[in-house]
């Protein structure tokens, strides 16, 4: 099994009402809207999407109603990733079974410390044998608190189930270290830090999964357009753009992302507790850094509205 993984993948937030429950309708007009870019895809249930706050009832629910929302052509992954291998299989298959494209799979963290590398490679191989659709490694440290070796993604990525890693790490020379790893082509590598992404394509990888990405997708796919089209100083500078923006919005937690979606036509709102959600000093910080970063241009309701003219006025030849 095989997906198209070239290109910006959004890693989509959990939308909450007042009351705390998911707020559908207002996922499905997120979705409509992130359906008029040029995103390959969406990631439902990562860390941004608050998977660890959500009953298996509720996850189901998020799967049904994105896929019924978006566009065909768009990708859909699933954060199936659970404490158990058991667990883990059973929340691929019904993930499949409720429209998932492919599952990433976070690397197993509540016993870290008599985990090791030999029991990650029989986890994610008796997953891969097993599951109904493509398979891939999820590796967040900052929160996980696992970092698998090089050579064993390498090792995962003979497995013809296993077709590629989340690298959310941000450490570049890991990601040569694992390039220089990989003995098959097959195997896609997808980023997960905005302030590396130009260097991540140069590296070897296909695209990137960015939490940033829900607020700036114009500007996340036109950083791996000009990539492709050998703009580098274009894409530098978009990179630079949206870096600062992700310090400020998406970096600083998903109470911060979901406040910076509220300034730009989208709807945020509420993190789940015990998440934090920023202070009024701080909202005025995430404004300003939507201001400052140039990306998006204001209306008269107050509402920015993000750019989509990079590469027709601004940075043509």
């Not at 990539?227 to 949206?242: C, M, N, T």
């Not at 300034?263 to 939507?290: C, F, H, M, Q």
Request: glycine share 8%; net charge negative; with cysteine.
């Amino acid at each position: 099994m095989s997906l198209n993984l070239n290109g910006i993948i959004a890693a989509l937030p959990t939308p909450f009402g007042f009351d705390g429950e998911i707020d559908h309708d207002k996922l499905q007009d997120n979705v409509r809207k992130w359906d008029q870019t040029d995103l390959l895809g969406y990631l439902i249930l990562g860390s941004t999407g608050e998977f660890p706050h959500l009953t298996t009832d509720e996850k189901l629910a998020v799967i049904e109603t994105v896929r019924g929302a978006m566009a065909p052509d768009k990708l859909l992954l699933v954060g199936t990733g659970e404490l158990s291998t058991r667990q883990t299989l059973d929340m691929t298959r019904r993930a499949h079974d409720y429209g998932a494209d492919g599952a990433v799979v976070i690397t197993p963290f509540y016993y870290k410390k008599v985990l090791f590398d030999e029991h990650h490679i029989a986890h994610y191989e008796r997953i891969a044998d097993n599951a109904p659709i493509p398979v891939l490694i999820y590796m967040i440290p900052q929160f996980a608190g696992v970092t698998l070796m090089p050579e064993t993604i390498a090792h995962l990525a003979e497995h013809p189930n296993i077709i590629g890693l989340k690298e959310s790490s941000g450490d570049l020379s890991a990601m040569k270290d694992l390039f220089r790893e990989l003995k098959t082509t097959d195997f896609n590598v997808l980023v997960g830090s905005p302030a590396i992404l130009h260097e991540a394509l140069e590296t070897g990888c296909s695209g990137a999964v960015l939490a940033v990405a829900c607020l700036a997708p114009n500007a996340a796919c036109a950083v791996r357009q000009a990539w492709h089209e050998g703009r580098y100083e274009d894409a530098k500078d978009l990179q630079s753009r949206l870096a600062k923006l992700a310090r400020v919005t998406a970096a600083n937690g998903v109470g911060h992302l979901k406040a910076a979606m509220d300034l730009v036509g989208l709807y945020g709102y509420l993190s789940r507790s015990p998440l934090p959600n920023p202070t009024d000093e701080e909202r005025k910080e995430i404004a300003e850094a939507i201001a400052e970063s140039e990306l998006f241009e204001q209306n008269e309701a107050g509402i920015w509205t993000e750019k989509t003219y990079y590469f027709v006025n601004q940075y043509a030849d």
